[in-house]
Nanobody
Framework: QVQLVESGGGLVQAGGSLRLSCAAS????????VAWYRQAPGKQRELVAV???????NYPDSVKGRFTISRDSAKNTMYLQMSSLKPEDTAVYYC??????????????WGQGTQVTVSS
């Protein structure tokens, strides 16, 4: 079972930037779309960025123009560059396939994620 480990979160002021990383335990990008998701307190998990196996990216309007998803196949790592952060971007951020799959040794859909907190 592939493992995905998120990192790079933290506390940042509104207008600031962060880059999240997602390290995979193996090669996952060939033939697969991968994505970043987030879940804010009291809200449902939502998709924030997708990159297909062909490199096509897609974003919801809420982050379009501010977030950029990318991947490094040689490092089995994907990234989420976030800029012009807003308090409403505060959430736990997760990486997974698109659509999501069970991952890791616990065979759950979601790992620990990485917390992003944007202060106003």
């Amino acid at each position: 079972q592939v493992q995905l480990v998120e990192s790079g979160g933290g506390l940042v002021q509104a207008g600031g930037s962060l880059r999240l990383s997602c390290a995979a335990s193996g090669s996952i990008f060939n033939g697969n779309s991968v994505a970043w998701y987030r879940q804010a307190p009291g809200k449902q998990r939502e998709l924030v960025a997708v990159i297909t196996s062909g490199g096509i990216t897609n974003y919801p309007d809420s982050v379009k123009g501010r977030f950029t998803i990318s991947r490094d196949s040689a490092k089995n790592t994907m990234y989420l560059q976030m800029s012009s952060l807003k308090p409403e971007d505060t959430a736990v951020y997760y990486c997974n396939f698109f659509p999501p799959r069970r991952i890791g040794p616990t065979n759950e859909y979601w790992g620990q994620g990485t917390q992003v907190t944007v202060s106003s």
